[in-house]
């Protein structure tokens, strides 16, 4: 079955400290792959996707986005936490044959203590 | 200005009912979704609309039936609700039928049926 998993429910860090949100997916074919961002009580916001060429994607607010092919993985990174950035985190993933599949990872919130 | 807006923003409602959410894009896009969140909050897609052509995802109940009037709006109509309803519902849409395309989503709505 083809699925996303995030394997860390919650991840803390210091503010001003780096962070990773893992993300892998086991997805048939090279599917798209995106970050998108809940705040509470709001909607997703995108943070940045992976579609072809540097697998180093940059996106939205610092973030970044690292896509290894052999590892089926796409993890968020950020360089230096701020406080702002707790929030909850998706993975998801687009295979490129069947537009109504977008399969979300369980989410993972990111808790950045000042 | 809101780009994805969705009303009502919260739904309380008996189980047997039947109840609508409204939404209205203002990005020019011409694809639009529906997805729902549960408790746990695992997303899942529900539909897709682009251009009058619904592609429905076979694991939704025809209970939930999407009507768009004009490309700008895309509404949720379910009849009888049922207590496994409640979840949080988002709207979404996207430029094109593409699937590297970026998804824009709306606040969400949430759905409680007692």
């Known amino acids: 079955a083809q699925s996303v998993a995030q394997p860390e429910d919650q991840v803390n860090v210091a503010e001003g400290n780096p962070l990773t949100v893992k993300c892998t997916y086991s997805?048939?074919?090279?599917?798209?792959l995106f970050w998108y961002v809940q705040y509470p009580n709001r909607g997703l916001q995108f943070l940045l996707k992976y579609i072809t060429g540097d697998n180093l994607v940059k996106g939205s607010y610092g973030f970044e986005a690292e896509f290894n092919k052999s590892q089926t993985s796409f993890h968020l990174k950020k360089p230096s936490a701020l406080v702002s950035d707790s929030a909850l985190y998706f993975c998801?993933?687009?295979?490129?044959?069947?537009?109504?599949?977008?399969?979300f990872g369980s989410g993972t919130k990111l808790n950045v203590k000042p | 200005d809101t780009a994805v807006s969705q009303t009502p923003k919260y739904l309380v409602t008996q189980m047997g009912n039947d109840k609508s959410i409204k939404c209205e894009q203002n990005l020019g896009h011409d694809t639009m979704y529906w997805y729902k969140q549960d408790s746990k909050k695992f997303l899942k897609i529900m539909f897709s609309?682009?251009?009058?052509?619904?592609?429905i995802n076979e694991t939704v109940p025809n209970r939930f039936s999407p009507k768009s009037p004009d490309k700008a709006h895309l509404n949720l109509h379910i009849n009888s609700l049922e207590l496994g309803d409640s979840a949080v519902y988002f709207c979404?849409?996207?430029?094109?039928?593409?699937?590297?395309?970026?998804?824009?989503f709306g606040p969400g709505t949430r759905l409680l049926v007692l």
């Open positions: 998801a993933v687009r295979p490129k044959n069947n537009f109504n599949k977008f399969y």
């Open positions: 609309y682009n251009n009058k052509e619904l592609i």
């Open positions: 997805v048939s074919g090279n599917p798209y």
């Open positions: 979404a849409s996207s430029q094109t039928m593409s699937f590297e395309e970026t998804q824009y």
